[in-house]
């Protein structure tokens, strides 16, 4: 017959399965952050008077575009860096570096 598990022992389980890991590093804010001030930028451009001048015509249009499709999402998506520490280290350890003496080089010397 299989062991039945007592109530704390399942309690400690799901506590355990609950361990949460925010998302988002300081990377990414600093990109949302930079995102929402070419949007700002962008309303900026597009607030001003004239109808047919190249700024709130042009450039707005293209700062809106910018900042909603490519940099805030970018922001979001953005995985950061996995650091592999340990293996860099164990391949240093590993590995020895060649006598100097060892070593050909293509360079010809005149003598």
């Known amino acids: ?11 400690t ?10 998302p988002f590093e300081k990377i990414n804010f600093i990109i949302i ?3 929402i001030a070419v949007l700002i930028l962008g309303y900026i451009c597009l607030a001003q008077d004239s109808v047919d001048g190249f700024t709130p015509t042009v450039i707005a249009p293209i700062l ?11 922001g979001i998506l ?11 280290t164990s391949e240093q350890t590993t ?17």
């Open 33 to 35: 952050g930079i995102g």
């Open 78 to 88: 953005k995985k950061p860096r996995k650091v592999e520490t340990t293996a860099v």
């Open 95 to 111: 590995s020895t570096a060649a006598p100097a003496s060892a070593v050909s080089s293509n360079i010809k010397t005149k003598a």
């Open 13 to 22: 389980q799901i506590k355990q399965k609950k361990e949460f890991n925010f």
């Open 64 to 74: 809106l575009v910018l900042g909603y499709c490519v940099i805030i999402p970018y």
């Open 1 to 11: 017959m299989p062991a039945k598990s007592t109530p704390k022992a399942k309690k």
